[in-house]
């Protein structure tokens, strides 16, 4: 996942995997509207995290989390400063069946499954969230032996994806666009159930004296950027 050193006038980003679909529109609008270039890797935060202190050559990263940014800042490996939310995550119960999962989420009282889908909690705050929401239902101890485990939240997809898994918990934006579900049926978890899932992204050291850093943070809170990730479902 290490990528090249950039050349003048590009970035390079790790990107959280829940932020996949977005960054692809974001990166592409980010070259017509500046003419620098996003280049990005797709993963865990918690990978990340440990690359990243391993001295991988990214510039900036897209957190799914907000703990994560922040020790990098605290450690000397991201710019003291930069920080900020770009995004607010949201959790789901999807799956690729057009009728398993009800708009109330009680597929999972029922229970009717074989296996179910989630993130590792221990690298992936949607894989968290996920474990939260079981908790507050009081299904943990019923749901957990059947479920499949993903390394981060787009494995976790696709493990459901493939109907490896017959739902699972995923990241809205991996399953939404435009208002409504592409595909199959979904419970839009409340965020009462879970811990905020506030995604923040930073400037790392190696991108400290790059514009093209600076400016690929700058254009995350303008209004382009901000419609694409809107229209993938977060806050």
Not at 97 to 107: C, T
Not at 147 to 168: D, K, P, T
Request: contains cysteine; charged residues 20%; hydrophobic residues 40%.
């Amino acid at each position: 996942m290490f990528c090249a050193q950039a050349r003048p006038g590009e970035v390079l980003i790790a990107v959280a995997a829940n932020f996949a679909s977005p960054i692809e529109k974001i990166a592409t609008a980010f070259e017509q509207d500046t003419g620098h270039k996003a280049n990005f890797s797709i993963g865990s935060t918690g990978k990340f995290y440990a690359q990243i202190k391993s001295a991988a050559p990214y510039q900036v990263l897209l957190s799914a989390d907000e703990e994560t940014p922040a020790k990098l800042e605290k450690e000397g490996f991201a710019e003291s400063g930069s920080r900020f939310t770009y995004a607010t995550g949201k959790l789901v119960l999807w799956s690729k069946q057009s009728n398993l999962v009800d708009n109330a989420g009680d597929v999972l009282k029922k229970n009717g499954f074989k296996h179910i889908s989630i993130a590792d909690p221990k690298l992936a705050p949607y894989g968290l969230a996920a474990i939260q929401t079981l908790a507050k239902l009081g299904l943990d101890k019923q749901i957990l032996p059947k479920a499949v485990w993903g390394e981060n939240i787009g494995q976790a997809y696709l493990f459901v994806e493939s109907e490896s898994a017959e739902l699972g918990f995923v990241a809205l934006s991996q399953v939404y666009i435009d208002g409504r579900i592409k595909q199959g049926s979904a419970w839009k978890v409340p965020q009462s159930m879970h811990s905020p899932i506030k995604q923040d992204a930073v400037v790392l050291t190696n991108g400290k004296d790059i514009p093209a850093a600076k400016a690929f943070v700058s254009y995350l809170r303008s209004k382009r950027a901000r419609d694409i990730i809107k229209s993938y479902g977060y806050d």
